[in-house]
């Protein structure tokens, strides 16, 4: 499995990722709304577009992204909706378009807008580009606030070393109430087989590996931006 390449001329990276995602999009449909910077800027490009007359309903992956979207105009319904097209972003893409995400804390509800939708767009700056998962060292973990203890012995267990995330002087808090646990890892060669194992820990709600699940990523590099569509 691979991807194929197609550039594009841009101009400033996260507008023009913004800029092709919209491409994506079709009237009157429903759209994921993604979290993180890139998503951002797709959201407030998606909400002009509004204003000029395309007929979208949103679906937001966080309570941030909810509050953004509403207040740029943007109407939002729920997963009681089909989504047509989610637009998101990634903290590392590997050469089969795998993923790791969380670094933002949203990855629950990511995954589960993504599973609703008939095809995820991922945007990215060059740098998350990886030849393994892993290889920027981090990999965010949703646990059970009430399972913490044990779920960060089973973690440290398997040579995780999670690092429980702090938002100032508090836990971090999901949108869903948990927690998260950063976890140490290297290049991981069989992500697989690293999912199935985090899951098996008790508590454990979900985890940055999105294995599978990107359509097309979409890629900035200076001036232009690269399409990378996963071989089916």
């Given at each position: 499995?691979?991807?194929?390449?197609?550039?594009?001329?841009?101009?400033?990276?996260?507008?023009?990722?913004?800029?092709?995602?919209?491409?994506?999009?079709?009237?009157?449909?429903?759209?994921?709304?993604?979290?993180?910077?890139?998503?951002?800027?797709?959201?407030?490009?998606?909400?002009?577009?509004?204003?000029?007359?395309?007929?979208?309903?949103?679906?937001?992956?966080?309570?941030?992204?909810?509050?953004?979207?509403?207040?740029?105009?943007?109407?939002?319904?729920?997963?009681?909706?089909?989504?047509?097209?989610?637009?998101?972003?990634?903290?590392?893409?590997?050469?089969?378009?795998?993923?790791?995400?969380?670094?933002?804390?949203?990855?629950?509800?990511?995954?589960?807008?993504?599973?609703?939708?008939?095809?995820?767009?991922?945007?990215?700056?060059r740098d998350k580009l990886v030849p393994r998962l892993g290889s920027r060292g981090r990999l965010p973990?949703?646990?059970?606030?009430?399972?913490?203890?044990?779920?960060?012995?089973?973690?440290?267990?398997?040579?995780?070393?999670?690092?429980?995330?702090?938002?100032?002087?508090?836990?971090?808090?999901?949108?869903?109430?948990?927690?998260?646990?950063?976890?140490?890892?290297?290049?991981?060669?069989?992500?697989?087989?690293?999912?199935?194992?985090?899951?098996?820990?008790?508590?454990?709600?979900?985890?940055?590996?999105?294995?599978?699940?990107?359509?097309?990523?979409?890629?900035?590099?200076?001036?232009?931006?690269?399409?990378?569509?996963?071989?089916?």
């Amino acid at each position: 499995m691979g991807a194929e390449s197609v550039q594009f001329d841009t101009t400033e990276p996260l507008g023009a990722l913004a800029r092709r995602a919209l491409g994506f999009v079709k009237d009157d449909t429903a759209v994921g709304l993604g979290a993180g910077r890139a998503a951002t800027a797709f959201v407030r490009a998606l909400a002009a577009r509004v204003r000029d007359g395309l007929r979208v309903r949103g679906v937001p992956v966080s309570e941030a992204t909810a509050a953004l979207a509403g207040e740029l105009g943007i109407p939002l319904v729920g997963l009681e909706v089909e989504i047509d097209v989610t637009v998101d972003g990634a903290d590392e893409v590997d050469p089969d378009l795998n993923l790791i995400k969380g670094y933002g804390g949203a990855l629950v509800r990511e995954r589960i807008v993504a599973a609703a939708s008939r095809r995820q767009i991922i945007l990215v700056e060059r740098d998350k580009l990886v030849p393994r998962l892993g290889s920027r060292g981090r990999l965010p973990v949703e646990v059970v606030s009430f399972a913490l203890p044990l779920s960060r012995r089973r973690l440290a267990a398997l040579g995780l070393a999670p690092t429980l995330r702090m938002a100032g002087e508090s836990q971090f808090v999901t949108d869903n109430g948990n927690v998260i646990l950063d976890c140490v890892v290297g290049p991981i060669v069989d992500p697989p087989a690293l999912e199935r194992a985090l899951r098996a820990v008790p508590g454990v709600v979900d985890t940055g590996l999105f294995l599978g699940t990107a359509d097309t990523v979409l890629v900035a590099d200076g001036t232009s931006v690269s399409e990378l569509s996963r071989q089916r």
